[in-house]
């Protein structure tokens, strides 16, 4: 091979690497591009289906939010309106029963009066008869007594007790004065007796006392 042969080939070997100098470089590996740029598309694609879920779970919740208001809003007003009805009726069966309790109260004072005008009286024909017969005057005392202490437990059961004022002072809510009395022992304005006994019906004033209340120095209506 002569020299100008060498030469040429030289020179196309030398051409030839110019043009690949200046081709860009293939990737390593083609198919890595290509999976990174389907992995880029599905993140974009899952963060806008995460958008409008969200979105669609956010109003469900306002809906449901909304919801739960007006069920508790209308458990609320329900239940106002058990209490009340509740409390009606409670009043009404109150009202209804209060005039039998009275009867059952002024019928245990007046057996109570009884026994204590029998204590009192003084032996008579009518005692003396009595002591001849089998069936004296302390059993059918002992009955009255068995009668007013079973007349105690309903009331009792039925939440009624008798007030205990002597001593205390005079309120107009539970007592209404009959008389009054000088007594400078205790303060004045105290009740020092009770003519007539009063109940109480669950902390309520189911008949008021008639009471004898202490006045410093002279009292009109005084009683001795």
Do not use: C, H
């Amino acid at each position: 091979m002569d020299d100008n042969m060498k030469q040429a080939l030289l020179s196309r070997f030398s051409a030839y690497l110019d043009t690949v100098e200046d081709e860009p470089e293939p990737p390593e590996d083609p198919g890595e591009t290509t999976d990174l740029y389907s992995v880029f598309v599905e993140l974009a694609g899952l963060r806008s289906e995460l958008r409008t879920e969200s979105r669609l779970v956010k109003d469900a919740l306002d809906q449901f939010r909304g919801v739960f208001d007006l069920l508790r809003t209308s458990q609320a007003s329900v239940q106002q309106e058990l209490d009340r009805a509740r409390a009606d009726t409670r009043d009404r069966e109150r009202a209804a029963l209060r005039p039998l309790l009275l009867d059952v109260v002024d019928l245990r004072d007046r057996l109570l009066a009884a026994l204590t005008l029998a204590a009192a009286a003084r032996p008579g024909w009518a005692a003396r008869l009595l002591r001849r017969k089998r069936t004296g005057g302390q059993e059918w005392q002992d009955g009255l007594r068995m009668i007013v202490r079973r007349l105690d437990q309903v009331l009792l059961d039925r939440g009624i007790v008798a007030m205990r004022l002597i001593g205390q002072p005079f309120d107009p809510r539970r007592a209404r004065v009959v008389a009054l009395s000088a007594d400078r022992s205790v303060a004045e304005g105290t009740i020092i007796e009770e003519v007539r006994t009063g109940f109480l019906w669950d902390d309520q004033v189911l008949r008021t006392a008639e009471v004898v209340v202490s006045r410093s120095g002279d009292a009109t209506g005084e009683r001795t």
